[in-house]
T-cell receptor, first 114, second 111 residues
């Protein structure tokens, strides 16, 4: 158990819909990262927040957005969902925002878009 | 943009055989991390290498960072069935701010 929690575990929805994925980092960790893992794309970095501020941006679509709240939990919002958005979405956290920080991954949310 | 290539994509070995996965970056890296993901699980941090030419060992696992800090390898000696999973390398460019993951190497071990 990494100490990072993600809800829900599974999510099934239809194309065009909007969903919100939630992540609670390990106690004391200030950074939260979001990743998308699909069969054909591997593990893709989406975005990083550090202490409430966006720190780094990866291959995140405009239909996706994220935020980190004052209590440091984070939400990833996915809108206008397409079939290709079906994937495992992982959240990870680290102590700080340094590039040498170890990232601890949560169990993931499996999103299925029908 | 920065790319991290990992080979092989897949390897199936007999228990007791050795296994190596290689990671190559298109740019010089400030550091490289290795993760293991068991089937149905989430990536778990194994190790981080920072210095040029660095070699680190964890029991049967040996990690190397190239002299030019553009490549890395993970070698497992005498594989066991508990080694099955996908091994990912992840590197951050020297002046970059995001961690880029390789596609991973899937390891299967026959007992």
């Amino acid at each position: 158990d990494s100490g990072v929690t993600q809800t829900p575990k599974h999510l099934i929805t239809a194309t065009g819909q909007r969903v919100t994925l939630r992540c609670s980092p390990r106690s004391g960790d200030l950074s939260v990262y979001w990743y998308q893992q699909s069969l054909d794309q591997g593990l893709q970095f989406l975005i990083q927040y550090y202490n409430g501020e966006e720190r780094a941006k990866g291959n995140i679509l405009e239909r996706f957005s994220a935020q980190q709240f004052p209590d440091l939990h984070s939400e990833l919002n996915l809108s206008s969902l397409e079939l290709g958005d079906s994937a495992l979405y992982f959240c990870a956290s680290s102590v700080g925002g340094m590039d040498t920080d170890t990232q601890y991954f949560g169990p993931g949310t499996r999103l299925t878009v029908l | 943009g920065q790319q991290v290539m990992q080979i092989p994509q897949y390897q199936h070995v007999q228990e007791g055989e050795d296994f190596t996965t290689y990671c190559n970056s298109s740019t010089t890296l400030s550091n490289i991390q290795w993760y293991k993901q068991r089937p149905g699980g989430h990536p778990v941090f194994l190790i981080q290498l920072v210095k040029s030419g660095e070699v680190k060992k964890q029991k049967r696992l040996t990690f190397q960072f190239g002299e030019a800090k553009k490549n890395s390898s993970l070698h497992i000696t005498a594989t066991q069935t508990t080694d099955v999973g996908t091994y990912f390398c992840a590197g951050r460019a020297e002046y970059g701010n995001k961690l880029v993951f390789g596609a991973g190497t899937i390891l299967r071990v026959k007992s």
